[in-house]
């Protein structure tokens, strides 16, 4: 997914809009794992920047009971038993990203972005794939008129943090002060489970020190979502 995070962005304006079906990361047991939700998370950034093209998208699979023999599918969105349901790390990406979003996307120009090789499943090396350089950092950003809030979303894969300095050019006035929504992992395959159903979720936090242009280090193995005010 991150290496295709992009795609959007080339399409034809003038053909047919995109419905995207049934579409994830396919890594983790029984439910997805960090690393599939950092896949996820970059390939919402893409759909949300070209969201003028992308007009709906279908996340599958979703719900697995994760009693032995209960399951059909590996890497769902949702586990279950009879008693109990846990998000996976892709849900809450996925629930960041549905919650925080304004009604008109922030065009962003960017430099020095991080890369990374793409990690090969068996089935590609078998297949005798050779590992193409991506992003290793992923970024959309939408504005809310009516509340007049900034959404920065920033997906970070790699293993250390990331220091990036944000310009607003055009914003008008800005808050000095904010909210980021922080889901990190110490490591790609951390999950949740049925027995610790929140050991991943995402942290709400006040920001200081915002304006017009200013730097911020985003944590290894995270998804963040900055939130902005402005005049």
């Known amino acids: 997914m991150e290496v295709n995070a992009g795609q959007y962005d080339r399409y034809d304006r003038s053909g047919p809009r995109v419905f995207v079906g049934e579409w994830a990361t396919r890594e983790g047991f029984p ?3 960090f690393n599939a939700a950092l896949g996820d998370a970059a390939w919402m950034t893409g759909m949300e920047r070209n969201s003028d093209l992308v007009i ?3 996340y599958a699979p979703l719900f697995v009971n994760v009693n032995p023999g209960g399951m059909q599918w590996k890497s769902d969105l949702i586990g279950y038993d009879a008693l109990n349901s846990f998000g996976s790390p892709s849900y809450y ?8 979003i304004g009604d ?4 962003i120009t960017a430099e020095n972005i991080p890369t990374q090789l793409q990690k090969l499943t068996a089935k590609d090396s078998a297949a005798g794939a050779h590992p193409k350089t991506a992003d290793a950092l992923f970024f959309v950003a939408t504005r809310d008129s009516r509340k007049k809030l900034v959404y920065l979303k920033i997906v970070n ?3 250390v943090g990331q220091a990036v300095t944000i310009d607003l050019a055009g914003a008008g006035k800005t808050s000095r002060n904010g909210i980021e929504w922080v889901l990190k992992a110490n490591g790609p395959e951390e999950t949740n489970s049925i027995t610790e159903p929140q050991k991943l979720i ?6 200081k020190g915002l304006g017009k242009t200013f730097t ?3 944590p290894a193995y995270s998804i963040t979502v900055l939130q902005i005010g402005f005049q």
């Open 31 to 33: 439910t997805t794992n």
């Open 56 to 58: 709906m998208s279908c």
């Open 93 to 100: 990406a996925q629930k960041m990203f549905g919650t925080h």
């Open 104 to 107: 008109s996307v922030i065009k």
């Open 157 to 159: 894969t790699q293993s």
């Open 202 to 207: 995402p942290v709400e936090s006040p920001v």
């Open 216 to 218: 911020r280090t985003f």
